[in-house]
């Protein structure tokens, strides 16, 4: 049981490429969410989904797409990137509402 | 707006040395409030939930409470290997918890 997989773990970029950041979750959870980690910040909500084909913004969504077409599968995509967006990426899955989330061990991105 | 505050930011313990992290909140309708603990390169690992006022959990060293404004992580007689980021989070409704910004503990041997 693999749990929460991000991919990949570290990445480096330039001003202005894209790319997608990719989680995957083998718990059948309906719930999944992606977060950006700054020092200082604390978890910022990217986008969320409480279910395949269902998907909703969160706290600080701008530069970010995501889509979820399956149960397994919510990967998050930087449309252009900027070095704002540099920073560390978790994804977490959830069976649902007031339940606990399940996190991967994240990807860390830098945008030169 | 729903808000979750976490104090202190950062906290120094000596071994053996017992104290508590805090976690405030201002939500209408508390629906859970969860306490992670993150280690460096790692992603957030879940310790407890606690849903209504009143509510204690407990392991190993670790023992949280709630009440209908904060809740308190307390740590008993830690040890180095306790050291890491604490985190808590609340969820009122609005499909995905709020998180706090952490309690950095280091434990000295």
């Known amino acids: 049981n693999a749990g929460v997989t991000q991919t990949p773990k570290f990445q480096v970029l330039k001003t202005g490429q894209s790319m997608t950041l990719q989680c995957a979750q083998d718990m059948n959870h309906e719930y999944m969410s992606w977060y950006r980690q700054d020092p200082g910040m604390g978890l910022r909500l990217i986008h969320y989904?409480?279910?395949?084909?269902?998907?909703d913004q969160g706290e600080v969504p701008n530069g970010y797409n995501v889509s979820r077409s399956t149960t397994e599968d919510f990967p998050l995509r930087l449309l252009s990137a900027a070095p704002s967006q540099t920073s560390v990426y978790f994804c977490a899955s959830s069976y649902g509402a007031n339940q606990p989330q399940h996190f991967g061990d994240g990807t860390r991105l830098s945008i030169l | 707006e729903d808000q979750v505050t976490q104090s202190p930011e950062a906290l120094r313990l000596q071994e053996g040395e017992s104290s508590s992290l805090n976690c405030s909140y201002t939500?209408?309708?508390?629906?859970?409030l969860f306490w992670y603990r993150q280690d460096p390169g790692k992603g957030p690992e879940f310790l407890f939930t606690?849903?209504?006022a009143g509510e204690e959990k407990e392991k190993e060293r670790l023992k949280a409470t709630l009440t209908k404004k904060e809740s308190f992580l307390h740590i008993t007689a830690p040890k180095p290997e306790d050291s890491a980021t604490y985190l808590c989070a609340v969820d009122a409704g609005s499909y995905i918890p709020t998180f706090g910004r952490g309690t950095s503990l280091i434990v000295h041997p």
């Open positions: 939500v209408s309708g508390l629906r859970g």
């Open positions: 606690l849903y209504s």
């Open positions: 989904s409480v279910g395949a084909g269902i998907t």
